[in-house]
């Protein structure tokens, strides 16, 4: 059968079931023997397919990528803020607004550059040189010019440098997880397994970019370049793309919204004050600028910035890093998390949960390899000592193991097999100290655990010089070479393999990986141990141990948190099907919880697949495939999606997700630079601070547009009326700036940082359908504007008509009273629906107390300061007049919680 001749060629060879194809075929498919191909050959292979690398991706120019920040309506919108100041002569003004645009434009740019890192992430996993055989000798060469049909050899601790079939193993064992999600190494055999088999069965095949934990292989290259698996992710996060944020949507909307009553109102007046009230031309245009100017809401998304920015920093104290902006907000919409299980859910480390032996069930406490912990039986705290065979078997486990366990600045650190780790952990909470250990049972010989043969066997020899073989691993095969087993008083009976075969099938049934240990007396002489001499049988088996990779204490409560804030948690791993079901009941996700394994999706049309990513709780044995289908299911729901992981085969379903969360500690890089968000502590429970504080910002902005808008809108018909009705304007548009200015960066700043409302975490996540203005603002805006508007028209025609005063007495009064209204309304925000005198909420914030302080110095400065009478024409105020300004304001606070009582009563 002759070789592919072309990329296309090679691109179908290497989706062919290679798993399921026996080594012999693979070697002849591509032409090769055991010595391996020529140098010629392989040039010439090379040139044909391309190096064994993944493509970087096109950029896009550093020029066009920041002009494209600019094209945003919120941009516009300060634009032509900054046109109507500079039209007006106020170039500070048009300098401070522009110098808005540039930081926003500057902040989106940055985090833009960063996202691009993603996909270098993943070339960097592939590894730099491999070990192949060209004419018969073995040569190290750079990975990239590997081919289809090298020979590779693997030892422990290499990088696989391409999808491999294997041809020889040797108790080789593979760590897949960051491609798989398989917790522990898989181990590796020649055989040919189902076509159908998931990514993480495929235990004749080594992939690219994963690691070799143990033993050695050999196995010859089918599939190079992009054309791997990890090259299939590299491609499929290529082609995802991130989606709009509903905020970003929602501010887009809004603008453009905005921008349209603004022209139109503006342009209205205009008309309305030249044709029919017969103004001056120069005038009219004044004031609609003036108009235009007041309804501007140019604070808005700097205020919008910085509520993001400082959910950033609360975050990053609870250990959230956020890499975008906008990403804080989304994590308060979020409606359900699809969570990997390992290293995520789970602790990324193996535990001992359960010690069976004949009789006896005995429970173990404490997770992953911090020894701290105890043994229950019947659920009542035991003393290991008082249980001769539980010892033994946790001493049968610590000797006949090749694992480290040690403290290193206060965190234990395994070194070794997992399960090895455990093993020792376990032993260790029993009060067994392993250098002790040895030292009284030094070991003679072992023999290695090989994949074969399915254990791991030890000889020992006491120092009165009596020898034991000490033997651990697959139950079936420990149970076949066992004849008897311990009993509860140390003695021994004979075998029950039927009771063995139901406390094995129950342990399973709880997601627990199995292993048995036994042991047997030999003779003092024996020095050297052999499989024959194993294999002759005659043990006494001891126990079976339940290990699972538990899950995080924290998790379990992040879950509990996560639900009853109406947020779905689903699992979806590349783990076994009844582990993960197992885990999802442990961590609360419910009991009987529907699993779905990945080859059931694999049929599944769109309709269906959205039916099981709503029904079924725990996805397993999933593919980077899958997970991007549920998540792109999902999102067809309607529903906003975070997705968490750690592996690489996670990525393109973060950069997928509503928002992607990537652990810190042990996540790949390809994960951490395809998400929004990093977890520095790899902590599940960091998720629903994170969407609580995400709920916050929400609610922080929207308390800045309900300051925002009906402030503006009250003095944009202090214009429009005085207009309307032919008197003077009570507002210049210079002291519309002025008032603009100082409650921009004085009280609506002030929302920005606002503590969270009570309740936060209690109430469902919002529909990302509802719009940003909801019926409720859409009657508070206006209902504050036009008290704004009364108070602020009513005093100045009074301080006109009835006071005979001064037009710029009567203007400085107006503006005064207008920003007393504002700064009472604020504090009503301090709860957007509840009232704030009930538990004094309203002194719980500081921000809003201390810009109220400012403001007040500000506008004392601003109506008495001489320089500032000149500069802005106002003058200062008799002492006489500020009790009117002050009760206006008292009465809009009052007016505005006695509206949430009544809109409470009305609707509960």
Known sequence: MNTATDSNSHNRISARDWHARSGEEALTRWRTERQ??????????LARYGPNSLAPP?????????????????????LLAALGTALLGHWVDTGVILAVVLINTLIGF????????????????????AVVVRHGQRREVPAGELVPGDIVHLQAGDRVPADLRLLEVKNLRIEEAALTGESVPVDKAVEPVATDAALGDRSCMAFSGTLVAFGRGVGVVVATGAHTEIGQISRMLGEVHSLQTPLVRQMEQFGRWLALVIITISAATFAFGYWVQSYPLDEMF??????AVSTIPEGLPAIMTIALAIGVQKMAKRNAIIRRLPAVETLGSVSTICSDKTGTLTRNEMTVRTVITAGQRFEVTGVGYDPRGGFLLAGKDVEPDDHPVLIESLRAGLLCNDAVLHEREGAWVMEGDPTEGALITAACKAGLVTHTEQEHLPRTDVIPFDSDHKFMASLHHDHQGHGRVLLKGAPERVLEL???????DGGHTPLDPAAWQQYME?????GERLLAVATREIEPDRRELTYREVETGGFTLLALLGIIDPPREEAVYAVSQCREAGIAVKMITGDHLVTARAIGEQLGMGNGITAIAGHELEGMDEAALREAARRAGVFARTTPEHKLRLVEALQKEGRIVAMTGDGVNDAPALKRADVGVAMGRKGTEAAKEAAEMVLADDNFASIAHAVEEGRTVYDNIRKAILHTLPTNAGQSLTIIMAIIMGYTLPLTPVQVLWVNMVTSVTLAMALAFEPAEPGVM?????????????GFMLWRIPFVALLLWAGTFWHFVW??????????????VAINTLVAGQAFYLLNLRLIHQPVLIGLEVFRSRAMWTAIGILIILQLTFTFAPFMNALFGTTAIPAEHWWRILLFGLLVFIIVEAEKIMIKRLLP
């Open 58 to 78: 096109e950029k896009t120019g550093m020029v066009h990528r920041f002009l494209r920040h600019f094209h945003n309506v919120l941009i516009y919108i300060l």
């Open 506 to 510: 129950e342990t399973a049934a709880r």
């Open 482 to 488: 066992c004849r008897h087993q311990r009993t509860a």
């Open 286 to 291: 004044l004031a609609a600028v003036s108009l």
């Open 36 to 45: 391996g191909l020529s140098a010629d050959e392989a040039a010439r292979r």
């Open 110 to 129: 940055v985090q833009e550059g960063k996202a691009e890192k993603a996909l270098d992430a993943i070339r960097d996993m592939l590894s730099p040189m």
């Open 799 to 812: 301080m006109e008509e009835v006071a005979g005063a001064s037009l710029e007495l009567a203007r400085t």
């Open 762 to 774: 209690k109430r469902p996540p919002r529909s990302p359908d509802a719009p940003l203005i909801s």
